[in-house]
């Protein structure tokens, strides 16, 4: 089964428009550099302006153990720790067949 990863970012709210740029940089080095990452969604809400919500599959533990140890990961959670109030990830194995 695939490998489901969650996160809900809680973002200082003057700093959103620069954590949306971040964070969609890391999407797109994700998808792009990582064979084992297929899916990396950003999805925000104007009604909840201070949150972001990532989902993301890949092939395994493995493959998401990889992708936090690429250096633009490294580089994406230092730059973004200063304009989270808070995060919370959650893994998940995906049910349904792919």
Known sequence: GMYVVTVVFKVKLETKDDFHKLVLQQA??????????????????????DTVF???????????????????????REAAEPLLESRALNTWWLLNPA
């Open 28 to 49: 797109k080095n994700s998808l792009e550099k990582e064979e084992g990452c297929h899916r990396f969604d950003v999805c925000f809400d104007d009604r909840r302006p």
């Open 54 to 76: 990532l989902y993301e599959v890949y092939d395994d533990s493995a493959a998401f153990e990889a992708h936090r140890e690429t250096e633009y990961f490294k580089a994406f």
